[in-house]
């Protein structure tokens, strides 16, 4: 029922467009006139007084942050389910379509991992690779070479762009075959919300449901592969001369208080901050969905959230049971 069409999407970027000009146009001016009247000896830049308001997210457009719950969570999606029960036991927007952002690399480690692809042979990083999308950098230049094994345990620990994609680009068949399986296997396990047009999740047409999320968490967690790489703390990889230190983009696997299965983060401006994790909170297995959270440590302040209401509490379920195995 929260699915956004093409056309309200349009009218309400348009929206929010305008506002931001009419608002920059404002503080440009103000900051223009702070620079005319400063002291001499105060070294005021007019750019550096401009503030560019963020961009918006699908959330925030549709409306999604006003919605209300018992935990006040930052994020405007968001799905708690017992992984063994199927139980609801929160639930906030769960069927509402937005951008997934690296949320991706978990589907593209699904379809690596599946294909039992040599793990030792050698990736190198082409021009390809590099983000024309939003610009993002890595420290994968091109010429990098890593084996495929290396090039997986990055995509998924630390969300490494240029890895991801080179997964996607070297996979036997080419990109396109490799972004086809994606959606075939999100078909196959029942994720009738969710699309893929690429495997690292820069692109804002990268979309899914947190019902759908929450399937795809609990088919991933069946592979032991995924779940360690997703866990893994950290990592180093030798690149030339060079070794480089990568660490997990979720603070939380090194949280004693916390036990976690599988996790995967992910942003950009069109999705918020996003968080799945399969974990155990007061003796229960659960996968966690968060999405469009507002802020940098939100997604995981409300997992927290989460946890401290569980070991307080016995609540009781929200919603009817959600499928979890749709395969077949």
Same mark, same amino acid.
């Given at each position: 029922?929260?699915?956004?069409? *093409?056309?309200?999407?349009?009218?309400?970027? &348009?929206?929010?467009?305008? *506002?931001?000009?009419?608002?920059?146009?404002?503080?440009?001016?103000?900051?223009?006139?702070?620079?005319?009247?400063?002291?001499?000896?105060?070294?005021?830049?007019?750019? $550096?007084?401009?503030?560019?308001?963020?961009?918006?997210?699908?959330?925030?457009? $549709?409306?999604?942050? &006003?919605?209300?719950?018992?935990?006040?969570?930052?994020?405007?999606?968001?799905? #708690?389910?017992?992984?063994? !029960?199927?139980?609801?036991?929160? @639930?906030?927007?769960?069927?509402?379509?937005?951008?997934?952002?690296?949320?991706?690399?978990?589907? /593209?480690?699904?379809?690596? @991992?599946?294909?039992?692809?040599?793990?030792?042979?050698?990736? !190198?990083?082409?021009?390809?690779?590099?983000?024309?999308?939003?610009?993002?950098?890595?420290?994968?230049?091109?010429?990098?070479?890593?084996?495929?094994?290396?090039?997986?345990?990055?995509?998924?620990?630390?969300?490494?762009?240029? $890895?991801?994609?080179?997964?996607?680009? /070297?996979?036997?068949?080419?990109?396109?075959?490799?972004?086809?399986?994606?959606?075939?296997?999100?078909?196959?396990? &029942?994720? #009738?919300?969710?699309?893929?047009?690429?495997?690292?999740?820069?692109?804002?047409?990268?979309?899914?449901? $947190?019902?759908?999320?929450? #399937?795809?968490?609990?088919? *991933?967690?069946?592979?032991?592969?995924?779940?360690?790489? /997703? /866990?893994?703390?950290?990592?180093?990889?030798?690149?030339?001369?060079?070794?480089?230190?990568?660490?997990?983009?979720?603070?939380?696997?090194?949280?004693?208080?916390?036990?976690?299965?599988?996790?995967?983060?992910?942003?950009? @401006?069109?999705?918020?901050?996003?968080?799945?994790?399969?974990?155990?909170? *007061?003796?229960?297995?659960?996968?966690?969905?968060?999405?469009?959270?507002?802020?940098?440590?939100?997604?995981?302040?409300?997992?927290?959230?989460?946890?401290?209401?569980?070991? !307080? @509490?016995?609540?009781?379920?929200?919603?009817?049971?959600?499928?979890?195995?749709?395969? &077949?």
């Amino acid at each position: 029922w929260m699915t956004f069409s *093409a056309l309200v999407l349009a009218v309400s970027v &348009g929206g929010v467009h305008a *506002a931001e000009r009419k608002k920059t146009a404002v503080v440009r001016n103000h900051a223009i006139q702070k620079v005319a009247h400063a002291p001499r000896h105060h070294k005021v830049s007019a750019r $550096a007084a401009v503030i560019v308001p963020a961009k918006a997210s699908f959330g925030q457009m $549709a409306g999604l942050h &006003g919605s209300s719950d018992p935990l006040a969570l930052r994020s405007s999606v968001a799905l #708690v389910v017992d992984q063994d !029960t199927h139980e609801v036991l929160l @639930s906030k927007n769960d069927q509402a379509v937005l951008p997934i952002a690296s949320l991706t690399k978990l589907m /593209t480690g699904v379809i690596v @991992s599946e294909a039992h692809l040599s793990m030792d042979e050698n990736i !190198t990083i082409t021009q390809d690779d590099v983000d024309t999308e939003k610009g993002s950098s890595s420290r994968l230049a091109v010429g990098s070479t890593l084996s495929r094994g290396e090039m997986l345990h990055l995509a998924l620990m630390s969300s490494e762009n240029r $890895a991801a994609h080179a997964l996607g680009r /070297t996979f036997p068949g080419g990109l396109s075959t490799f972004v086809s399986l994606m959606n075939a296997k999100a078909k196959a396990l &029942g994720m #009738v919300d969710t699309s893929y047009v690429e495997p690292t999740g820069l692109s804002s047409k990268n979309q899914s449901s $947190a019902r759908d999320l929450a #399937v795809l968490v609990n088919a *991933a967690h069946t592979d032991p592969v995924l779940r360690e790489l /997703t /866990t893994s703390p950290g990592y180093q990889v030798e690149v030339g001369r060079r070794t480089l230190q990568y660490n997990n983009t979720n603070r939380l696997v090194k949280n004693p208080a916390w036990d976690i299965g599988l996790q995967k983060t992910g942003y950009i @401006s069109e999705a918020g901050q996003c968080l799945v994790m399969q974990a155990k909170v *007061a003796g229960r297995k659960l996968i966690m969905v968060f999405l469009d959270s507002a802020g940098k440590l939100s997604r995981i302040a409300d997992a927290e959230r989460v946890r401290r209401w569980l070991e !307080t @509490s016995s609540p009781h379920t929200q919603a009817r049971p959600v499928a979890l195995n749709r395969q &077949g």
